[in-house]
């Protein structure tokens, strides 16, 4: 079994190829990162990432900078301005001619349409190889970053309650 491998990207995703996102560590190329987890089985998840609190009003609830341009996911149209792309799927990472994606258990693909939905916006790629919970527990208590894990919850439940708030805005 592979040992565990983690990736996150977190920032503004770039609006020219190949897929970059600007961190606060520097500009990273998306492909070159995720390269090393091409083959492997991945939980993945990659999401638009609004700042908190959330401005339910503005296109992608603050996670959109196509603003005042036309934005290619729509956040430009009244009813769409506050969608969010969200996906989390498990599978064998792949890259192809047509991009991204994770080949699941039964041979079905899962499209991961990166270069579609993050240019342009304030998101997050995350990316673990999958392994036992014990493994991973130890993996992060040698590290130090057991307590980082822990904090996440309240942050996840923080992410469910703003997606709350602007599915009431939108209606």
Known sequence: MNPFQALLLEGIFLEDEPLRVETPNGIVEVGQALDPYVGQDVIFTSHHL?????????????????????????????????????????????????????????????????????????ARIACVTKFSAEQMREALARGGHLDLVEGLGTKISDLQSMLNRLGKVNG
């Open 50 to 122: 609004p700042e908190f609190p959330l401005e339910p009003m503005q296109w992608g609830g603050g996670s959109c900078k196509w603003f005042p341009r036309q934005c290619p996911v729509g956040h430009h149209l009244p009813e769409r301005r506050g969608w969010l792309y969200h996906i989390k799927a498990e599978g064998v990472l792949c890259r192809g001619d047509s991009g991204w994606s994770l080949e699941q258990f039964d041979g079905t693909c899962v499209s991961l349409p990166l270069g579609e939905m993050l240019p342009g916006h304030q």
